[in-house]
């Protein structure tokens, strides 16, 4: 499908997922040592065209359903989703619980991500803008100021200095799977290592819950988790599970997940997720105050910011005014 010590991302779902959530855009968990991520063309998740022939859900594999609920939502014109991550970090002598409130709204080629978090140690904002282009899709980041338990997408200070932009690559590199996602995971035929069997809903909707390999389904997310968190190194999971509730269009109507890992900062801890998330593409629930973020203030960066990493680097001739200074 095209997140100090509290502070641990989740696209979820997410993006959606806490880590996705709890960011400055200060990136300090940065590591010179850590190894590059794989491109994104070498884990991806699969999408394939759904069904037209008639056949149910309950026809097709775990891996097939999924495949399906993330092309039909790569390929939805508009939606909103919000989602809600309640993190624990044990340390052994204490736990430090963290709340985390993610709000996405997609029309037409363009996200607004928000995610706001609040713990007793760290309390931080960030909002997203994705833009889907002809090749490739941009993102704009920026932070807030620090939010508190009241704090909304609508009534964060958002700052108005220049967002910062990244690529595809440098983005999952930096934090994880692309909010875009419908979750912060890798999920394929590889990854998935079981599933139970699918369940038809009173309503008429589907419930598929399935269990991920811990290491291929979090290669961009755990990149994403040490930078949003500060992290001296990179988190290990023990534990992905997920439920996906959908219907007979294969549209994702909600999502439960439980992700379990240890983390570093200083002290080990064990951290665990609970991560709801819930869609909606009905007209009066996106939120278009949310969305005109877009028009207000990421509109005049798109196309006139470049990457960190593209910027030209100076010479030194340039820096003392040297023979490449034009002259006054």
């Excluded at 394939?48 to 022939?53: F, G, I, Y």
């Excluded at 958002?158 to 909010?179: D, H």
């Excluded at 798109?302 to 002259?327: F, H, I, M, S, Y």
Aim: hydrophobic share 35%; charged share 20%.
């Amino acid at each position: 499908m095209k997140k100090k010590m509290a502070i641990f991302t989740a696209f979820i779902l997410s993006a959606a997922c806490m880590p996705a959530a709890a960011a400055s855009l200060s990136g300090c968990g940065d590591k010179n040592t850590l190894p590059a991520p794989p491109a994104p063309k070498d884990s991806p998740t699969t999408r394939l065209v759904a069904p037209t022939d008639g056949s149910l859900p309950t026809d097709h594999t775990a891996a097939e359903n999924l495949a399906y609920i993330a092309y039909v939502l790569d390929n939805q014109t508009s939606y909103h989703c919000y989602t809600d991550t309640n993190t624990v970090a044990n340390l052994g002598f204490f736990e430090v619980p963290q709340a985390t409130r993610s709000y996405k709204d997609y029309k037409d080629g363009i996200m607004v991500s928000s995610d706001i978090s609040t713990s007793s140690f760290v309390k931080t904002a960030t909002q997203a803008c994705f833009v889907q282009g002809e090749e490739a899709t941009e993102v704009y980041m920026r932070s807030a100021e620090t939010p508190d338990d009241t704090t909304t997408n609508l009534t964060a200070k958002w700052s108005t200095e220049q967002p910062e932009l990244y690529t595809e690559e440098s983005y999952m590199a930096k934090y994880g799977m692309f909010q875009t996602e419908m979750t912060n995971y890798v999920v394929n035929a590889d990854t998935i290592t079981a599933s139970e069997e699918i369940v038809v809903n009173e309503d008429g909707t589907y419930t598929l819950s399935v269990t991920l390999d811990p290491a291929a389904s979090t290669v961009y997310y755990q990149y994403g988790m040490m930078t949003r968190g500060g992290l001296d190194e990179l988190p290990t999971f023990s534990s992905i599970s997920f439920s996906v509730t959908f219907d007979g269009e294969w549209n994702v109507l909600s999502l439960k997940a439980t992700e379990v890992a240890k983390v570093k900062m200083l002290l080990e801890a064990d951290s665990t997720s609970e991560i709801t998330a819930t869609y909606s593409y009905d007209e009066a629930d996106f939120d278009s105050e949310h969305f005109a973020f877009y028009e207000s203030y990421f509109k005049q960066y798109v196309g006139a910011v470049q990457a960190p990493a593209e910027k030209p680097e100076e010479t030194p001739e340039e820096e003392e005014g040297g023979e490449n200074t034009p002259a006054e």
